[in-house]
């Protein structure tokens, strides 16, 4: 079965500064990995995802992450932030099937704090 | 790109009654749907994937008397929570799924008093 870590509940983080947010998996097959991001009393909006191909996946919003398949990673990283990207973050992953993907499980949860 | 709606965005019920929720694919047929929910602070959590014409598939530890899911067409998914109780107070997301893509609604709250 599938599971995902994401090692920092909090991150604080001032303005223009560079930012990471980790994310590990487990899972026993190849996978879809995913970042999802939330702003308050929101829904989900996706970020970025990798599928296969390049493991350096760029997204929305100035994001990127990288797939480290012998550390089951994909950690997702900014350059430099800006107030507006204070939110909670998510990692996700699902099971690769043949013509579509199972179920998705996300991992706990990141909350970003940009500081002025 | 695809839109998934969910109605209502928000419902306060009182203790015993049942709520229905509505996961809609405007323009898309869904061949997957998921329903997930989401306490405060916290990450979501899969409660149940439903197909059309099929029986849900739950989650371990979810009821599937007290949550029902109807997939009765391929742009159509319904939660219903039945007898609501002040526990089952939460944001309740549906996804749709096409292929290797998945949309999200923007969720429903509901608020058990």
């Known amino acids: 079965a599938q599971s995902v870590t994401q090692l920092d509940s909090q991150v604080p983080v001032f303005e223009e500064a560079p930012v990471e947010l980790r994310c590990n998996y487990s899972s026993s097959v190849s996978v879809y990995l995913f970042w999802y991001v939330q702003y308050p009393n929101q829904g989900l909006q996706l970020l970025l995802k990798?599928?296969?191909?390049?493991?350096l996946v760029k997204g929305i919003n100035g994001f990127e992450a990288e797939f480290n398949k012998s550390q089951t990673s994909f950690h997702l990283r900014k350059p430099s932030v800006h107030i507006s990207d204070t939110a909670e973050y998510f990692c996700a992953v699902s099971d690769l099937m043949k013509t579509s993907y199972d179920k998705v499980i996300f991992g706990p949860g990141t909350s970003l704090s940009v500081i002025p | 790109g695809a839109v998934v709606s969910q109605h209502p965005s928000r419902v306060i019920c009182k203790s015993g009654t049942s709520v229905k929720i509505e996961c809609r694919s405007l323009d898309f047929q869904a061949t997957t749907m998921f329903w997930y929910r989401q306490f405060p602070k916290q990450s979501l959590m899969l409660m149940a994937t439903s197909n059309e014409g099929s029986k849900a598939t739950y989650e371990q530890g979810v009821e599937k008397d007290k949550f029902l899911i109807n997939h009765a067409s391929l742009t159509l998914s319904t939660l219903t929570v039945t007898s609501a109780h002040p526990e089952d107070s939460s944001f309740y997301i549906c996804s749709a799924t096409q292929g290797y893509e998945q949309y999200f609604g923007p969720g429903t709250r509901l608020t058990v008093t």
């Open positions: 990798y599928l296969s191909g390049s493991t």
